[in-house]
């Protein structure tokens, strides 16, 4: 057990990020546990503990009584160094045991950025990095989560990834490393890894090789193990009413983001925005009945006194129950000063009038997402917004009381000229103007938030070359000189940033080697503006001779192999490419959780439906007696 | 309209939580114990609570205290008996009673605070040194001691604040000292800083951040009587 000297935790900010001991907690002692699990998040405390994905694996892994799962988060900077000065090995919160120790350490991939502190991470814990520097005697390093999609930059550091839905994968997991572990770890690490790669949803890369053409781009990527599966499916959930949710959490002491109940009211989102690979990757559409979710917010305010329920989904305003449970929640909490709140808004008069029920979106502003400024832009993306639409929500807003509203864009859109750059400022002032006309006066502020578009894998855009740095800065100073508006504030990101992530987010295994070489020259916390070196990720991409434009500035064919096409969401590539060219069309695709079935092969492929409990349903997807 | 008025230590874990943190944390244990606590009117109704005086990261205590209000009455056993169930390991409640006719805040009310030092065993030379950097820190009449503060450096005379001469005793774990300072409306000094006065300035053995610190009492001090804000 590491013990924390206070004389060095006074050299620390927030220190109350290393010393655990939250409530809820799950300790178990070592000795009684059959196998160990250390979930890692690549990122600092605060960030991390707000992740859902963590705290259900957190929960169904210790519910195994054989099974221990602690939690352990990357220290920023300032411990870092003091753990490297006084010989301290990244150790788990509950238990304070070194990472080492555990039989498994598994992170979640949420962001590209955040790779060079799993490099950091395991160097910390003093587990090699490579997996083939890893025996039998090491922790099995695995991560999941969105970029696990695109598993191969990472593919040298982690021994297998876990893709989709990871309720069930995580206990056939724990299983396998029990079992294996009984019979003494015979046949070493190539056994444990043959057996999880028997588990639906489970790749290990040292099991395929990648083949490349003399151009570099992928000839085939191969299988070389019998236990090798091409494609490896995603998992998937098929009830996910009846799965089991984290009820009763860890509550931190500090304030960390989204400290608040987090209710998922459904998985997946089928409105079919093509650049969004989350719309993807989580289908289908898979509610949970508002019965459940209301027992679920009872057990985890009285678990952990949160005064705020947040309902979170992909697009909660388009839950099927919205409105009753909304009403039931509030009702239900409001004696005990819990509130209920809605992370994302539709951009419809529909919303508004939710957002005017719910209490704790009253003090901010509003958010609203229209991803592109013009109408042609918008049906390019799937965007089913209209100007009326917007109109509609904002002059709604204004009218029930706010006066300051936040719209979300993106620059870089496939087919975009600078007609569609300019329409986001028309956007802008338009709703200026619309404060005046309703109000009478002047006195609405509007903040332009736009980012640049990254092509993602298993998208409708994943062979879209992405804007160079100079185009995207060019766009970002036409918006600058058109946005003067004292009223009007606008935010943009930082292009070198948004370029990196886009190699990354499509790259292949030949990437890894700049990630070690970036990371030993000290990139880490990449996600972080004042620790973002964009230097020395030139430097490593110089010194491992790739070109790292060749992955986010090309072009790709399209009936070029991707390095991610043995990985499956279970959406055809065919379904994507088919989305591709209609979005050079300007055709729209409607939502198939209402409407009609767009074929995207989840449902038959994996054997799933989705699940929504709305009237007025395409009777094609079973209702009810589910 | 029901006031509670509650006792509460805060154990060697969470010492590194800030007073905000603290705060939350009785707050969301409040509500676990499903006691009727009142909130405050408008869009963000606040629980209705406040604290004596907050605690330096870093700190333990076994001297907190806060009040509560409840919008219907309950005796002070059965909040007691709610209340100890859902806090924290780390946080335990020793008494609790009903506060009965007008009172000042709880804030405005304590003024001087109680303190234990323990410093890490530093050599043979320890006792000595220590008790003679004690000694000559009480004999001093002015001790000059810069705030650093984010807005602006402010100098303070620590030995304003300082109720009773320092004591000092060293054991086998090291030394032990004993701290009584005022809390005044125009403020008080950290034991930190005391500490760090003693060290820097009147060689005191050993390094300031390996201290222990604990707040071993909090009181209401009216000419020679000295009251825990539970006697008042
Ligand atoms: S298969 Fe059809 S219903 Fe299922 S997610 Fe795809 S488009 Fe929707």
Known sequence: ?626 | MTKLRLEITKGEEIRYISHLDYARTMERALRRSKMPVAYSEGFNPHMKMSFASALSVGVTSEAEYMEVELSKPVSAEKVFAALAHQLPPTIAIKRVKEVVGKQKALMAMVNLAVYKIVMPWHGDQMEYVAKDAVSRFNRTETVLYVKENPKGNREIDIKKYIAEAVEVVVGPKGAELSMVVWITPQGSVKPSEVLKVLVEDFAFPGSFEAALIKRSGLYVQIDHERLSPMEM
């Open chain 1, 1 to 626: 057990m590491i013990k924390l000297d206070p004389s060095f935790m006074g050299k620390v900010i927030k220190p109350g990020r290393y010393t655990g001991n939250e409530l809820n907690i799950v300790r178990k002692d070592p000795a009684t546990t059959l196998a160990s699990f250390a979930l890692a998040f690549p990122d600092v405390y605060d960030v991390g503990m707000s992740n859902l994905g963590l705290k259900i694996l957190y929960h169904i892994l210790n519910q195994m009584s054989d099974v221990a799962a602690e939690r352990v988060y990357a220290p920023w900077v300032d411990m870092e160094l003091v753990m490297r000065q006084e010989g301290i090995p990244l150790y788990t919160l509950e238990n304070m045991r070194p990472l080492a120790e555990f039989d498994v350490v598994g992170f979640t991939l949420q962001y590209e950025l955040s790779y060079t502190n799993i490099l950091n991470m395991l160097d910390l814990a003093d587990i090699p990095l490579l997996a083939s520097q890893r025996s039998a005697q090491h922790s099995l390093v695995i991560a999941g989560g969105p970029c696990a999609f695109n598993a191969e930059p990472l593919a040298d550091f982690v021994d297998f990834f876990v893709l989709g839905d990871g309720e069930e994968t995580i206990k056939d997991v724990a299983h396998a490393v029990i079992e294996w572990k009984r019979s003494g770890k015979a046949g070493g690490k190539a056994e444990i890894l043959a057996r999880v790669a028997a588990i639906e949803g489970v790749y290990v890369p040292a099991f395929y090789d990648p083949i490349y053409h003399a151009d570099g781009r992928m000839a085939a990527v191969t299988a070389n193990h019998p236990a090798a599966k091409t494609p490896v499916n995603k998992r998937i959930v098929r009830d996910l009413d009846g799965a089991e949710y984290p009820n009763k959490p860890v509550v931190p002491y500090l304030d960390v983001i989204h400290d608040r109940v987090m209710l998922e009211l459904f998985r997946g989102c089928t409105r079919g925005c093509r650049f969004c690979q989350a719309g993807v990757i989580y289908r289908p559409v898979r509610e949970r009945q508002p019965q459940t979710l209301l027992k679920l917010a009872q057990e985890l305010v009285d678990n952990t006194g949160y005064d705020e329920i947040s309902l979170t989904s992909l697009s909660s305003a388009d839950y099927s129950c919205l409105n009753n449970l909304v009403e039931s929640l509030i009702e239900r909490f409001k004696n005990q000063g819990v509130s209920v709140s809605l992370p994302s808004l539709r951009v419809d008069s529909f919303s508004i009038k939710l957002a005017q029920e719910v209490q704790k979106v009253r003090k901010s502003g509003l958010t609203f997402a229209p991803e592109a400024g013009t109408q042609r832009l918008r049906d390019v993306i799937n965007k089913g917004v209209t100007e009326k639409n917007l109109e509609e929500a904002v002059g709604a807003a204004f009218q029930a009381g706010w006066s300051t509203v936040k719209l979300y864009f993106m620059i870089g859109l496939p087919t975009e000229t600078d007609d569609d750059v300019r329409g986001i400022a028309d956007i802008a002032y338009k709703v200026l103007d619309l404060y005046k006309t309703i109000k009478g006066r002047r006195g609405a502020k509007v903040t332009v938030s736009v980012s640049s578009f990254v092509p993602k894998p298993h998208t409708a855009f994943q062979w879209y070359a992405q804007n160079d740095m100079v185009e995207i800065e060019r766009k970002q100073q036409l918006l600058r000189s058109l946005l003067r508006d004292r009223n009007i504030s606008f935010n943009w990101h930082d292009v070198k940033v948004s370029f990196l992530e886009g190699v990354f987010a499509r790259g292949d295994r030949r990437l890894g080697k700049v990630l070690l070489s970036a990371w030993q020259q000290g990139a880490k916390f990449d996600g972080w503006s004042e620790h973002f070196r964009f230097d020395v990720w030139q430097e490593a991409f110089r010194q491992s001779g790739i070109d790292p434009a060749f992955y986010a500035l090309r072009d790709r064919e399209h009936n070029e192999v991707l390095p991610w096409d043995h990985l499956s969401s279970g959406v055809d590539k065919e379904f994507l490419l088919q989305e591709y060219r209609a979005a050079l069309a300007g055709g729209l695709t409607v939502d198939c959780r209402r409407g009609m079935c767009g074929d995207c092969g989840v449902c038959s492929g994996l054997g799933v439906e989705v699940i929504d409990w709305g009237e007025g349903r395409n009777d094609k997807v079973t209702t009810g007696d589910y």
